[in-house]
């Protein structure tokens, strides 16, 4: 199935076994495995609440000349959603260490205290947005989630 099951590469994966379809006509993305990455949302834009975030998983396909594809993660852990150059997705590759140190003493503790273990990054990426506060953090990760839960 797997030859490699994981590498600094990503999943290693033959066409067969590649879990997802890929559009033929679509340029796909390419990053590096397991980062973060921002893609514009309707609905979040709407509500000034910036990108949607969303963490990858690359896979490699190796019987079609190695050609990469990046899939992000949504709520079903059993489906996701191939990225592609046209939705314009933004690398944001973080650390939660990373981030907690560049976020403010009190809106760290707030999220520390009162997020979810699973929101902790996304929290953390938000509190880099100049201006942002808790309720605002807090008001994207539960729109956040229904987004997920629809994709």
């Known amino acids: 199935m797997y030859s490699r099951p994981l590498s600094v590469e990503g999943l290693c994966v033959n066409f ?3 879990p997802f379809i890929p559009d033929d006509i679509r340029i796909p993305y390419d990053c590096p495995h397991l980062s973060w990455l921002g893609i ?18 690359r896979y490699v396909i190796q019987d079609l000349g190695e050609i990469p594809f990046v899939v992000a993660e949504t709520a079903a852990k059993s489906r996701g959603i191939i990225i592609y150059n046209d939705m314009k997705p933004v690398l944001l590759n973080s650390s939660v260490v ?16 009162q997020c979810y273990p699973e929101d902790l990054m996304i929290a953390f990426l938000k509190a880099q947005e100049p201006g942002i506060t ?13 987004i997920l839960e629809s994709l």
């Open 40 to 57: 514009e949302n309707q609905s979040l834009s709407e509500l000034h609440l910036g990108l949607l975030l969303m963490r990858v998983r």
């Open 134 to 146: 808790f309720d605002k953090i807090i008001e994207y990760l539960s729109i956040h989630q229904r």
């Open 16 to 18: 067969n076994v590649f």
């Open 98 to 113: 990373a981030s907690m140190d560049k976020t403010d003493d009190e809106l760290r503790k707030k999220i520390l205290a």
